[in-house]
């Protein structure tokens, strides 16, 4: 199992953006692929991108374009930068690695964009 926390955060303007972060530790960081998941209040948690151990990236159609993930094997890192926010971005967003054992999941950080 892989042990994951989340931080960055926090309230934007429309149009605005943030960059979250995702430690992970307890498993070979390198071998994961690594996800990031969203859920807004009343609705169900979403996929939003994912990265292969390759580096390959996939993303929701409702985030390609504006969103970046990316990750750092050398600090057990996943990065999610998200550009041109909008209000409809609002949810809690939330680290996740699949693995043999079930889904890892971090405790999740709120993101609120006002409009």
């Not at 989340?6 to 303007?13: A, C, D, F, P, W």
């Not at 430690?23 to 990265?51: C, D, H, T």
């Not at 151990?53 to 159609?61: F, I, L, M």
């Amino acid at each position: 199992q892989v042990q994951l926390v989340e931080s960055g955060g926090g309230l934007v303007q429309a149009g605005g953006s943030l960059r979250l972060s995702c430690a992970a530790s307890g498993s070979i960081f390198s071998r994961n692929v690594m996800e990031w998941y969203r859920q807004a209040p009343g609705k169900q948690r979403e996929l939003v991108a994912f990265i292969t151990t390759g580096g390959s990236t996939n993303y929701a159609a409702s985030v390609k374009g504006r969103f970046t993930i990316s990750r750092d094997n050398r600090k057990n890192t996943v990065y999610l930068q998200m550009d041109s926010l909008r209000p409809e971005d609002t949810a809690v967003y939330y680290c996740a690695a699949p693995g043999s054992l079930g889904r890892s999941w971090g405790q999740g950080t709120q993101v609120t964009v006002s409009s």
